[in-house]
């Protein structure tokens, strides 16, 4: 007799989905991306710091913005590879930023992190406090595991946001990322492919015991500047 129950069992992993969420914090909320968003999303996604370090459209169109709320993020979702969240203002509800997991591994419970801060809201330690949010909520409510961040090594803002989670350096993903740089002559509306490194973080569970505590008494979230 043959017995199907481990296939039948992945196949159930593979179809598992992170619930439809919000996540507050005392400034911040995470939640699905929503139509009006779409405006402030064109910008933060024309931005100069973002165009170098993400791999999105650019310029970046009304037709990317549209496409992303309607259909990407929240497919992300219901296809089971992640999730992603726009980060907004408690108070203005303003978009301030994005938050995804994706490459989500259901089997070892683990999925990596990737983290966007809006020009108008750098400085202020968003990007930190979202991503602690998110992980704690993954960790304690999701039971995951393991969250990585893979960060360009040139980019020490997105650096710094690992370093103050808690995050550990695991080693070093060579030639491993394109990122783009501006020439007078770029292929691109004066912008240019170049190669990089990748340093890769891990972040466990225990890794972020007494992180919160640590960044209260260094003054709070907005002591380092952070944009992605």
């Given at each position: 007799m043959l017995c199907f129950y481990p296939v039948f069992c992945m196949e159930l992993r593979m179809t598992t989905t992170f619930p439809s969420v919000s996540i507050s914090t005392d400034r911040l909320v995470m939640r699905p991306f929503e139509m009006a968003d779409i405006s402030a999303y064109i910008e933060m996604m024309n931005d100069e710091t973002v165009i170098a370090w993400t791999d999105g459209p650019h310029p970046y169109t009304q037709v990317d913005a549209e496409r992303w709320v309607r259909r990407i993020a929240p497919g992300e979702r219901t296809s089971g590879h992640g999730i992603a969240l726009a980060v907004t203002e408690f108070l203005t509800q303003r978009l301030v930023g994005s938050?995804?997991?994706?490459?989500?591994?259901?089997?070892?419970l683990a999925t990596e992190v990737r983290y966007i801060t809006a020009p108008w809201a750098r400085g202020e330690g968003y990007a930190t406090e979202s991503v602690l949010a998110v992980a704690e909520w993954l960790f304690?409510?999701?039971?995951?595991?393991?969250?990585?961040?893979?960060?360009?090594?040139?980019?020490?803002a997105s650096q710094q946001v690992a370093q103050k989670l808690g995050c550990i350096s695991e080693g070093v993903l060579r030639n491993?990322?394109?990122?783009?740089?501006?020439?007078?002559?770029?292929?691109?509306?004066?912008?240019?492919?170049?190669?990089?490194?990748?340093?890769?973080?891990?972040?466990l569970p225990e890794d972020l015991e007494g992180v919160a505590e640590q960044l209260a008494d260094a003054g709070g979230y907005g002591t380092y500047n952070d944009w992605k």
């Open positions: 938050v995804q997991l994706l490459n989500t591994d259901w089997r070892t304690r409510d999701q039971g995951f595991e393991r969250i990585e961040l893979r960060t360009p090594a040139d980019n020490t491993a990322r394109i990122a783009r740089t501006r020439t007078e002559n770029g292929t691109d509306g004066g912008w240019t492919d170049i190669r990089t490194d990748l340093i890769v973080w891990g972040l």
